[in-house]
């Protein structure tokens, strides 16, 4: 059986600024993962606070909140087969030095401080996320994507 997961994926401030926002999202649609929302918004301090949580204390963290919230991102929910790691994967290491290229940052990003994009990193975080951006009705779950289809047909197999 696949593992059907949601991650929580958002444009930094910088990737919006650097119009990167169509580069970014079609990297996901182009693997096949399903976009079942998406929204513009300016993070609040609460918000910014929350989603960081895990970063608390650290020597970045104030910069990093400053960061999120230097202009509007793009917020989304991506579901599909196994998307946490392979959000994470087409979005490579948080310092695009690392990242191999054809990620997203190794591609898009010179620093770890302005790497444009976040992804979620396990189905705990990626729910709390969720929750922190979206209500449960702006998801919009019932429409058909062709690669779920696939992965329906290889379960039924
Ligand atoms: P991730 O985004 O790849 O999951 P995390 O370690 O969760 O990376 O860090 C969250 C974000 O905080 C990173 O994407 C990056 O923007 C920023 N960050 C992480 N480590 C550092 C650092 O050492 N200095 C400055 N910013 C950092
Ligand atoms: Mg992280």
């Not at 979005?91 to 190794?106: W, Y």
Request: with cysteine.
């Amino acid at each position: 059986m696949h593992s059907e997961q949601r991650t929580f994926i958002a444009v930094k401030p910088d990737g919006v600024r650097r119009g990167l926002v169509g580069e970014i999202i079609s990297r996901f649609e182009k693997k096949g993962f399903k976009l079942i929302a998406i929204k513009m918004l300016d993070v609040s301090q609460e918000q910014a606070e929350a989603h960081y949580a895990e970063h608390k204390g650290k020597p970045f963290f104030p910069r990093l909140i400053e960061y999120i919230q230097s202009g509007p991102i793009v917020a989304m929910v991506w579901k599909g087969y196994d998307v946490i790691a392979g959000a994470r994967q087409l979005m490579g290491s948080t310092n695009p030095l690392d990242a191999q290229v054809g990620t997203i940052r190794a591609d898009l990003a010179l620093v770890k401080e302005y790497n444009v994009v976040h992804g979620s990193d396990c189905v705990e975080s990626a729910e709390r996320e969720i929750n922190i951006y979206f209500k449960p009705e702006e998801l919009c779950d019932e429409y058909e994507n062709m690669a779920e289809t696939v992965i329906e047909q290889l379960d039924e197999e």
